[in-house]
């Protein structure tokens, strides 16, 4: 005898109430396995590098990134060994740019430096820690309570990397005979955060570059004092700093008023001025008094925010400029 069947209504609801906790729990797995995935392999791993010429045997680049109202200058060195001195403002356009151009140039080993710790110098920082391998990261003798620099200062501890002062005669040096060495500030006495900035001089096969950060004229004075006392007072053991050598300027706080004096160009007697600067930024830089100077007492300048990023290559005692160089 063939049973009954149930004839007992479906419960519709218990149906919709088991799908909608399928697909809820399906949606959370998806979930979950995307942020283990960004955590151990970061989203910005995925991006692709930008293309370079191939680098000749025993060339140093300089490359000044455009990266908007903010300072980046990443040093190639003919060994393969980089040198990023700051980084930016950190902003979601500017941090892939990085990435990706740091990517493309695939350093042997890499050392930033924060000329200072205003966000436009090293805001960038602190999301490039985990996707590298820092050897070193250069602070400056002025600290700040500002966000992105706290934040900079957590990453380093949290993938412990050793932190230094970028202050007088610390050097940094490559066995091609490359060096740069920090003629500015000294650690003591400190409270002017663009005045404490970090100057960098760098020095390949007869080539020489500043890196002005965002010293005032007021800086520029002292430096010039001291020097005039003794031409080797920057001189980090037996890395010479010549002022009156400098090739190639990268102007003081992106070309300010306040900054590039005409005793200051006069001595350097660069013949290249590199502006780091935003397009119709707020603050006006590079100033028309600035560039007066400039055109007076330099001649060739490049800036950023005209001509995008801007690369020096430096081999057998000569250097070229070009732009449009990455891909």
Not at 170 to 182: L, R, T
Request: net charge negative; proline share 4%; aromatic share 8%.
């Amino acid at each position: 005898m063939r049973a009954e069947r149930d004839r007992r209504p479906r419960d519709p609801d218990k149906r919709r109430r088991r799908r909608f906790l399928i697909v809820t729990l399906v949606s959370a797995g998806v979930v979950l396995a995307a942020a283990v995935f960004v955590y151990f392999f970061p989203m910005r791993t995925l991006l692709p590098a930008f293309h370079f010429p191939a680098r000749a045997e025993g060339e140093m680049r300089v490359h000044f990134l455009d990266i908007g109202q903010g300072d980046a200058t990443l040093v190639e060195f003919p060994e393969g060994d980089c040198l990023l001195i700051d980084a930016g403002d950190g902003s979601f356009e500017h941090e892939n740019k990085l990435v990706r151009y740091i990517k493309g140039i695939s350093p042997a080993s890499l050392s930033v430096v924060a000329t200072h710790a205003d966000s436009d110098h090293c805001g960038g920082i602190a999301e490039l820690l985990p996707l590298f391998e820092i050897e070193t990261l250069y602070l400056p003798a002025v600290g700040s309570g500002g966000t992105e620099y706290i934040e900079m200062l957590e990453r380093a501890a949290e993938e412990g990397i050793e932190t230094k002062t970028a202050a007088r005669y610390a050097a940094i040096g490559d066995p091609s005979g490359a060096y740069a060495v920090c003629i500015s500030p000294h650690v003591s006495g400190e409270t002017d955060e663009n005045d404490s900035s970090a100057v960098f001089y760098l020095s390949y096969s007869g080539v020489e570059i500043l890196l002005g950060a965002d010293i005032s004229s007021a800086r520029e004075r002292a430096l010039m004092a001291e020097y005039a006392l003794y031409e080797g007072i920057f001189d980090s053991g037996d890395l010479r700093v010549r002022l009156e050598d400098v090739d190639i300027l990268r102007v003081s706080h992106h070309g300010s008023s306040a900054s590039s004096s005409e005793e200051w160009l006069s001595l350097l007697g660069a013949d290249v001025a590199v502006i780091s600067c935003g397009a119709d930024n707020r603050y006006g830089h590079p100033s028309a008094a600035a560039i007066e100077r400039l055109d007076r007492l330099v001649g060739t300048i490049y800036r950023t925010d005209e001509l995008g990023d801007i690369v020096v290559t430096i081999s057998n005692g000569t250097y070229e400029v070009y732009t449009d160089y990455a891909n």
